[in-house]
């Protein structure tokens, strides 16, 4: 099953369950594994450079996000934060952790897209299949250049093999009511500005 967002695009391991939890999306599988996903987005218009000075600082959260989340007493880290060597279709940041009993796995990803950062977390038993379903998932990831064309002259979110209830996109500057895969905040409730930009906080 694919997920179309206004920025990112990710499939989800197959015959995993999901659901909504406020700005997250969360599937369950089989074997108790968790993956979590939580988007993100730039709003607004503005200078150059102002929008990568925006891209900078969500990238730099969502880093801390993820450094943070590892840094648990009862994890050790087995691969430090750094560039994914195998996904070449978007930019992608991971680290890896276990338990300290070496039971559990703890993965975590960041992807940057030109206008928003993706932030994943995948856990589950310690066993070659997780792995292998964290790779599967980050090489799905891509950034939806083409459906940012289609947004703006449909207004309609793409959203493959079952339908669900649909949130509408809070933007600053139109207050349009865009379908959106993934909720963002309001403004002044869990968001900061440079410029004339809007950046969401990441949980």
Not at 159 to 168: G, I, L
Request: hydrophobic residues 35%; charged residues 20%.
């Amino acid at each position: 099953m694919t997920f179309v967002g206004k920025v990112f695009v990710f499939a989800k391991p197959d015959g995993w369950r999901h659901l909504q939890e406020g700005n997250r999306y969360i599937f369950h599988g089989p074997n108790h594994e968790e993956l979590i996903v939580s988007s993100a987005l730039i709003q607004g218009n503005g200078e150059l450079d102002d929008l990568n000075a925006v891209r900078q600082q969500l990238f730099q959260n969502a880093e801390q996000s993820a450094k943070n989340a590892a840094s648990h007493p009862a994890l050790k880290i087995t691969q430090p934060f750094q560039r994914e060597p195998r996904v070449s279709n978007i930019e992608c940041w991971s680290l890896c952790a276990q338990t300290l009993d070496s039971g559990s796995l703890f993965y975590q990803a960041v992807f940057s897209g030109p206008r928003g950062i993706m932030l994943t977390s995948l856990d589950g038993p310690n066993a070659a299949a997780l792995e292998a379903i964290f790779e599967q998932f980050i090489k799905s990831v891509r950034v939806a250049s083409e459906s940012a064309h289609y947004f703006s002259n449909t207004n309609k979110l793409r959203f493959h093999s079952e339908s669900r209830r649909r949130t509408p996109q809070i933007t600053c500057c139109t207050q349009a009511t865009t379908p959106h895969l993934f909720p963002l905040p309001v403004e002044g409730k869990g968001c900061s500005r440079v410029g004339h930009f809007t950046i969401p906080a990441i949980s």
